[in-house]
Structure formats: structure tokens, C-alpha cells
């Protein structure tokens, strides 16, 4: 039996008894509408969304939308917001309530206009008092609060440990980084340095899970079309030939999601890549363009007794239609793979 999914939205009571309204909660895995917003919206919550619908009457509601562990919001920073037939337009943060994995978000106004609503992170030029700078990021919780409001740069300056305290905890994986935004890591002479040179900064996790889906849950960092992953060391729970994972669990590297429609190219360039047991890269099927320039991508080791197989590159092609396959380019990489348990050296695949 499907899993089914409810998450509320209330509307404030209609100043006349004619006015009727019909609403809907949906998941859509090409997202809604377009990502043209306003500029005071960053991350836009596309893929999970309400309908709301006036039928008859003309009364202007304040609208409330609820979020459960999925969301994962950073209350502080979130807001609410709509499709105006042309972009996704700000709707304002009135009162809320939270906890850590539930709670719920009211329009600063009351609305005149439906369509879809949805949650949404304010920009990074429209949050105001941020405590820090995302271009001196030196912990998940900057990292995720740059990423979400969608920070042109997000620089790295220090080695990060990064972990998952799952649906009830505000520091969780993967952490997107969106169109547009550009992560790399930055060390202490100003200079950003690639994985071979001395002062890269290194991203690790012990992540580990069961197999699962969406597969994107499986990964550190997922990425969108438009978005640039440079000059850092990611490394998982799957170090020095050993199977730390335990029975059946696996961690992934990086995933470059389904596009939405959209024509951009997804970059990954100077990386370090290493320690996983399912992928360290992982496309999915609809990203049109992906490159990935000057990486290696090593100790990739499948669990024998798991699902995964050890992917160093996993370009997922459409196996139902072949039109959604796109195309992955790689520039000057180095793809190394550890295949069994019991073996003690890098097995090299091929080098492009």
C-alpha cells in the first residue's frame, strides 16, 4: 500500500458565508511552474506544494501551510509564497510554530489571488542580522543557511564534519545546492585550492543508511541544474578498504537531480571524491548537461552484502525514454574503484 502523505493548509475564516474554497496537497518530482522568483526568495520548496482555489464569493483569507519532517525548515529564515501567473512572489513570514520537525507558517496578508503556495528561504541579501558571512563558512548550520537562501558563493574555510539527525534535527543530509550557487572551498591564503594542491578543505561525513528511496537520501550533497560544486575534499563513512557501514548500509557522494525542464549545466571540477559505498557521483536521468572537470574519484567499494555496487560515475541513462538520458562530459578525470571486500589497492578503471 502507498505511503500517503498528509500536511495541512487552513485558511482564516471568509468575511462572507458565499465564499468557497477547495485545496489540495501535491508531490511532483519535475516541480511546479518555473524557478523565476522574487528576488527576496531563495531555495523554493517546487517539488511539494498546495493548490488553493476560490470557487465562489470574493473574500480575501490568510492562508497557513504546515510542514512535517520532510521540510526540515530553518524556521527563522522560511517564509511563504505563491505562483502570480509569472513567478514565485513573497508572501511574507506571519506567526508561526515549530518544533524541530513539525509546524506551521501563516501569510504576512491576506490573499486575493490562488494558485499554488508553497515554502520558500528568503534570499541572502533580504535576511537581515545573519550572525556570519557565507563566504567564511565554518559550520553545517552556515552551510545549509547560504545553500538554502541561495548565495551566489559559499565558501568553505575550514574542514567541516557534516551529519544527519534525520527528520527531527535541523542539521540533516543531503544538502542541496541550487541553481546558481556556486560551493567551493576557500583556505586561509585567500586562494581557492584544488584536491591536489596543500590547504583544500575537506568535507567528511559518517552518514550511513539502508538502501533506500528517493536514492537522493543516500548522499551527502544533491545538486541542481545551474548549480557549481569546486575545489573541495569530500570523503564518507568508507575509508581505507574497510567496510565501516555495517550490514546492508551504504553512503553516496554527490547527486546531480532531475533538471525540471531546465537547460543548465550542473559543474563539478577540482574535487576530491572518495570513501563511498554506493556512487560518488550519481546523475540521475533528466539532467541535460553535467561536467566533471580535474576529479578523482576513489575508493568507491561496494558493500558485498548491499545493494550497492560501487559506483565511482553512475550516469543513469532513461531506460523508458530515451530522450531523458542528456549528456555527462568528463575533462582530464581520474575514476578509481575498490570492487571487493577483501581488495587492498585502487583497481583503475580509466582516467579521461
Known amino acids: 500500500m502507498a505511503k500517503k502523505v498528509v500536511t495541512c493548509l487552513t485558511i482564516s475564516a471568509p468575511s462572507t458565508a458565499s465564499s468557497e474554497f477547495v485545496a489540495e496537497y501535491k508531490i511532483d518530482s519535475t516541480g511546479v511552474n518555473t524557478g523565476v522568483k522574487d528576488s527576496t526568495l531563495g531555495y523554493v520548496f517546487r517539488d511539494r506544494y498546495w493548490t488553493l482555489n476560490r470557487t465562489s464569493g470574493s473574500s480575501s483569507v490568510y492562508v497557513t501551510l504546515s510542514w512535517d519532517g520532510y521540510y526540515r525548515l530553518l524556521d527563522s529564515i522560511a517564509t511563504t509564497c505563491y505562483w502570480d501567473g509569472s513567478k514565485w512572489a513573497n508572501l511574507g513570514q506571519g506567526t508561526y510554530s515549530s518544533t524541530d520537525s513539525t ?7 491576506a490573499i486575493n489571488n490562488f494558485s499554488e503556495f508553497t515554502f520558500a528561504y528568503k534570499s ?6 545573519l550572525p556570519f558571512s557565507c563566504s567564511n563558512i565554518q559550520t553545517q548550520g552556515q552551510l545549509q543557511v547560504c545553500l538554502n537562501a541561495g548565495a551566489p558563493i559559499c565558501q568553505i574555510t575550514t574542514n567541516i564534519d557534516l551529519i544527519d539527525n534525520g527528520p527531527t534535527g535541523k ?6 545546492i541550487p541553481e546558481g550557487s556556486v560551493l567551493q572551498g576557500y583556505n586561509s ?10 590547504g583544500c578543505r575537506v568535507l567528511s561525513t559518517t552518514k550511513t543508511t539502508l538502501y533506500k528511496t528517493p536514492l537522493k537520501n543516500m548522499f551527502m550533497f544533491t545538486m541542481e541544474p545551474g548549480a557549481t560544486l569546486q575545489n573541495l575534499r569530500l570523503r564518507g563513512a568508507s575509508c581505507n578498504f574497510q567496510d565501516y557501514n555495517g550490514d546492508r548500509k551504504l553512503c553516496g557522494g554527490v547527486y546531480v537531480g532531475d533538471d525540471w525542464g531546465l537547460t543548465l549545466t550542473t559543474t563539478i571540477q577540482n574535487c576530491e571524491i572518495a570513501c563511498f559505498s554506493y556512487a560518488g557521483i550519481f546523475k540521475s ?5 553535467v561536467i566533471v572537470k580535474n576529479c578523482y574519484v576513489h575508493k568507491v567499494k561496494a558493500n558485498g552484502n548491499a545493494p550497492g555496487l560501487g559506483y565511482g560515475c553512475w550516469a543513469q541513462g532513461g531506460f523508458l525514454d530515451p530522450n531523458d538520458d542528456g ?8 575514476l578509481m574503484i575498490a570492487k571487493q571486500q577483501s581488495t587492498d589497492r585502487d583497481i583503475p578503471i580509466t582516467g579521461i
Open 189 to 198: 591564503s585567500n586562494i581557492n585550492q584544488a584536491w591536489w594542491q596543500e
Open 103 to 109: 509546524g506551521t507558517m501563516r501569510t504576512s496578508n
Open 285 to 289: 536521468p533528466r539532467p541535460r548537461t
Open 124 to 129: 541572502i541579501g533580504s535576511i537581515s542580522g
Open 327 to 334: 549528456n555527462i562530459t568528463y575533462e582530464n578525470v581520474i
Open 171 to 176: 542539521l540533516y543530509l543531503p544538502i542541496n
